[in-house]
Structures are given as structure tokens and as C-alpha cells.
């Protein structure tokens, strides 16, 4: 079977190489390993309510309570477990994968996807198809619907909400026909927002712009907020736990660019603290860490690595280059809804436009691409170019050589696909596209050179 857990939960096809075995199977094993009650959530997608009832009859015949809360964010039903006394969650979602996916994703009861130790525990258990046995009685369920009020409330919480209604915020929002369509319209509503709302019907189909908010696919949000004169766009993934902005001229931001201008806002109204993000995200991160003396802590690529260092060191907050940021005081986990609240705080704080916010952090290059390698050699290939690279090498994940300026180049093999991919960045636009040049040609030569 191989490795059931991806880099985030189980994924894939229903009824294809999602079987009801296995899905029936996982829910055991999470009822075996973990306490109860588990709370289960699911997103909108066409197969989660049949995955639903399976996960959570597998789950009252192992003799587990169960609270299901219904179709919310992910975040949303990690914020109800850490706030509650669970044994743990599992919400039913394959995240920003096309329609026919879908997937489980397996919460502690703090809120945070288990350890990978606790995935291999569960794999285990799959795996070794040992007959059940019988138990005493059934667990009970209940059902329970005010996730999204309760989450809602969770986010006003954390954010100054007198200061942002007074600036009468005007907001286009792109859920993409997924999970935040429930909870952000409130959310803006209760701070005094107008709110025009696009693809906020939810659909499993995705027949808006699809669950992956790429810039490509945000023409239509840009366009709106340039034309209409709103304030910033904002669109979200489809189980709504990461978040893309763009300004009021309809400049999408990179998730780089976004989590750095909110980290740097948060050490200065919160104080020195300490940020994790990963060993891929810009040095628009260190530019953000500096002015209030704060460490800035890189990990290898992947929420759940950000989340445990997070946790380990306390740290305030974190984020990555694809849209995940991380509030410790709301949960230490990537949260959509919750990055929106903080980026209209600081709006309301700076009070001046966004692009003028923006404008403020320093203009870096940025040259990304992958190329084909096959799994059995991707991770020598990446080896092999750390051995002659030209340059200072961080070997926390892939090869990053940084060069004397301060430019640098990122080799990474794909946790899930048969891909290299290669990250370069510098002050200087023709810099980055040589350094991005120079190592895409030295891992082509190494790829046939193993071949
Ligand atoms: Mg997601």
C-alpha cells in the first residue's frame, strides 16, 4: 500500500485508491490511538457526506463518541477541538485538489494534525488488518452545529475589532465555491465591512475559478477590486485554510510577500517574539524578524513542520510562500479566516492603502520552475547538487546555496511527485534568473547522468 499519509492527510480518489476500506479502516485505527469523543467535520466536496457516515459509523462501532459539527473550514473544526475536551478530530477534505479527490485529515486534541509518528501508528494499524474486537457498547453521537459561529467569534477575538469598523473596510471576497464562503461573509459582516462576494456559493463541482488560488486564477478578484475601487481582494483555498490577497489596484500578493508585511506588523504591536517558516519562503522573512530583534526559525518545507517547531518554541507566528500563515494565540496552525482579520488590522493600524503597506517591504526577484526526475533518483540528484554547489549549502530540506549577496537557490525533490523543483532569489532581477539557469542545467546533467 505504501505510505497512506501525504505531506497533508490521506488523499486521494474515492472509490478509486480511496476505497471504503480504507478510509472505514483509518477511522478505527484514529478511534483505537486517540481518546474520544473525535469531532468530525467535512468540507464540500460531491463524496464527503458518504464519507462522512462511513468515517463516523467506523468510529461508533470501535465504541468512540462522536461529535459531528457538520460542513465548516478546516481551521474552523481545529479551532472547536483545541477549544473543547476531544480525544481529536478528523475532517473529511482533499484541501486544493481538483473535484473528484478527496481525503482525511487526522487532529489531536489540541486542534493540530497528529505527529508523523502518530501517522505511522495509524498506517500500522491499516495495514496489519487485524480482526476487530468486540466492544462493550457503541459510542454515542451528537451533532452540533455553531463551528462557524464559534470560530467566528475565535478569530474577532484576536484582532482590534473597534479600529477596523471604523475604517469601513470594502472587501471583495473569492472563496472559491469553498469552505470560508460559511464563515468569512460573517466574519466581515460583524467588522463592518462591505462585502462584495464572488464563487461563495459552495459547490464540490468547483465551477468558479477551482480550489487552488493560483494568480492565474485570480483575474476575475483583481480585475473587481481595480474596477470597483475596493480596498483588497481575498480568496481562499477550498477547505479555506490558506489565504492569496491583493492590494486596491488588484496586485496579487505572493505568500511571501503577505506573511512577511503581517509577521513584521505582529512583532511590532506585539514585541520580540520568534517566527518559523520555511527553508523556501523569501528574505523578505529576515527583513521582517529584524527591527524588533526577533529569531527567525527555517524548517523544512510543510505546515505540519512549521506547526511542531511553532509549538516547540513558542513561537508567535508563522507562514509560508504559498499562503499558510500561523497565529499562536488564536492555534498554531494555518488558518484563512484568521490571516484576513490580521491583515485588516493592520490595514486599520497603518491607515494608509495597502500597495502603500506593500510598497514598504523591499523588492526581491523571485525565478521558480520544476523538472521532471523519477522518484527512485530525486532525492540523490538533490545530494549530488548540494556536493558541487557553488556557495554556502543548507541541507534542512533539498539544497539551498546562498551566495555572498545575500541571493540564493533552493533544489528541492517533491514530497508527493516525481519533481525537482528549483527556487531562486535576489535583489537583482538578471541575478535570480542566472542562479535559477545555472542549477536547473546542473540537475538536468545529474538526472542523466543517473539514468
Ligand atoms: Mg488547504
Known sequence: MGHLFGTNGIRGIPGKDLSPDVVSSVARAVAAKLGHPIVVGMDGRLSSPALKELVVSSLLESGSDVVDVGMLPTPALQYYISRGRFGGGIM??????????????????????????????????????????????????????????KYVAGVKSQVDVRSIKMKHFRIVVDAGNGMQALAVPQLLKELGATV???????????????????????????????????????????????????????????????????????????????????????????????????????????????????????????????????????????????????????????????????????????????TQAPNEIKYKVVEEVAKSADGAVDTTDGAKVTQQDGSWVLVRASGTEPLIRVFSESRVESEAEELYKKYMLLVEQIIRKQR
Open 196 to 370: 462584495k462576494c464572488i464563487n461563495c456559493e459552495v459547490n464540490g463541482a468547483f465551477p468558479g475559478r477551482g480550489p487552488e488560488p493560483t494568480a492565474e486564477k485570480l483575474v476575475n478578484l483583481s480585475n473587481q477590486v481595480a474596477r470597483g475601487g475596493y480596498d483588497l481582494g481575498v480568496a481562499f483555498d477550498g477547505d479555506g485554510d490558506r489565504s492569496v490577497f491583493c492590494d486596491e489596484r488588484g496586485m496579487i500578493l505572493t505568500g511571501d510577500r503577505s506573511g512577511s508585511f503581517l509577521a513584521e506588523f505582529l512583532l511590532r504591536v506585539k514585541g520580540k517574539n520568534k517566527v518559523v517558516t520555511t527553508i523556501a519562503t523569501s528574505s523578505l522573512a529576515d527583513w521582517a524578524v529584524e527591527p524588533t530583534g526577533s529569531e527567525l526559525i527555517r524548517t523544512r518545507v510543510g505546515s505540519v513542520d512549521v506547526t511542531d517547531t511553532m509549538i516547540k518554541e513558542k513561537a508567535l507566528v508563522g507562514f509560508e510562500e504559498n499562503g499558510g500563515f500561523f497565529y499562536l494565540p488564536h492555534q498554531p496552525v494555518r488558518d484563512g479566516a484568521m490571516t484576513l482579520g490580521l491583515v485588516l488590522w493592520a490595514l486599520s493600524y497603518y491607515g494608509t492603502a495597502f500597495s502603500r503597506c506593500i510598497s514598504r517591504l523591499p523588492r526581491l526577484y523571485q525565478r521558480k520552475g520544476k
Open 92 to 149: 473529511i477534505t482533499a484541501s486544493h485538489n481538483p473535484p473528484e479527490f478527496n481525503g482525511l485529515k487526522v487532529m489531536g486534541g489540541n486542534g493540530v494534525e497528529v505527529p508523523r509518528s502518530v501517522e505511522k501508528e495509524i498506517e500500522k494499524l491499516v495495514e496489519s488488518k487485524k480482526p476487530r474486537k468486540p466492544v462493550d457498547r457503541p459510542g454515542e453521537l451528537r451533532e452540533d452545529r455553531t463551528g462557524v459561529e
